[in-house]
């Protein structure tokens, strides 16, 4: 399939059935974009496809409070993980919702004027370091925080599939980098951006999920998270034990830092392989290269191999993150 993707060629969603096809049917109705790239790049392993759209569905697009403050939180891990697409894209979805100061504050990299505005987007940045103490208290209701957690976690793991596996383009040619274009792209989703989504209608595309974590108790996110927990965490199946006790030591000493360019930090391309790219997909994707690929792949590896390790490695810093937040306050009553 031809299309904005590294290093794999994922199935077209025009062959899909079942679960890949229901999928493909909510994010017509319910994201405005038929065939995301950034969920199409996952479906050399169908596994991950429905709960990563489970997330980003219940979290961004049905969750609770204004879908602009969402955008916001979203837009700001996207920039605290270095990925313009995911950057550029909550800049035309922060168009579609009417604001378009806002999303040009965002495709910019500016401070948002208004200061509640500003301050969801730090919070969103602030999610990438573990334990951050700005993100206690949250600047938006405690009713909320669910979706607003979740988006931004969502976006922890979209984030680096994106990086990793696709082109940094949002539109051919980079055409998104023009005003005239993120504002005529942000009107042309507009009506579903504003438009009203049942919380819960992508949970009966999961096999069986469990409630999920405390912070999402009693919303759809939370199974949510757990269907793509359980799906992303699978991916360790392709370590082996030494390289899975590195990746998994090194994460949980992860700061939320950017590792430093060339050597030292990261295991060796050659050596170890497979736990070099689950650490870059951790903590730095964008830094994945054709070698790092090409001395990891096999024979018998496959496209699908390949995006469950980057989706292990993703879900690992996305674990990190959700396993050091700090208490939040009682979710208030609706």
Not at 120 to 143: I, M, Y
Not at 180 to 209: E, I, K, N, Q
Request: glycine share 10%; hydrophobic share 45%.
């Amino acid at each position: 399939m031809s299309g904005p993707y590294r290093y794999t060629r994922p199935p077209s969603p025009a062959t899909a059935t079942g679960t890949a096809a229901a999928v493909w049917a909510q994010t017509a109705t319910d994201f405005g974009i038929a065939r995301p790239s950034t969920l199409v790049v996952l479906s050399s392993a169908p596994e991950l496809l429905a709960p990563a759209w489970a997330l980003l569905r219940e979290s961004l697009i049905a969750g609770s409070g204004a879908r602009a403050d969402r955008e916001l939180v979203a837009a700001g891990a996207s920039q605290a993980n270095r990925c313009p697409f995911c950057v550029d894209a909550h800049a035309v979805l922060l168009h579609a919702t009417g604001d378009h100061a806002l999303g040009e504050a965002v495709a910019a990299g500016a401070a948002p004027r208004d200061e509640r505005a500003a301050q969801l987007l730090a919070w969103g940045r602030a999610t990438r370091v573990p334990g951050a103490p700005e993100l206690a208290p949250p600047p938006f209701a405690a009713a909320d925080l669910a979706s607003h957690l979740g988006t931004a976690l969502a976006f922890h793991f979209i984030n680096r599939i994106v990086s990793a596996l696709c082109d940094e383009n949002l539109l051919p040619g980079g055409a998104q980098r023009l005003r005239a274009v993120r504002s005529l792209a942000g009107r042309s989703v507009s009506r579903v951006v504003r438009a009203a989504h049942t919380p819960g209608a992508s949970l009966p595309l999961l096999d069986a999920p469990g409630p999920g974590p405390h912070w999402a108790a009693g919303t759809p996110v939370g199974p949510a998270y757990d269907a793509l927990r359980t799906a992303a965490t699978a991916g360790a199946g392709l370590l082996t034990d030494a390289d899975l006790g590195l990746v998994q030591q090194t994460v949980a000493r992860w700061d939320g830092s950017h590792p430093a360019p060339g050597p030292g930090g990261l295991p060796d391309r050659a050596a170890r392989p497979g736990a070099r790219l689950a650490l870059l997909a951790a903590l730095a994707p964008y830094r994945i290269t054709d070698e790092d690929v090409a001395a990891w792949r096999g024979p018998r590896t496959t496209d699908g191999d390949l995006v469950r390790l980057i989706a292990y490695g993703a879900f690992a810093a996305v674990d990190r993150i959700e396993s050091a937040l700090p208490a939040p306050a009682p979710r208030e009553s609706r």
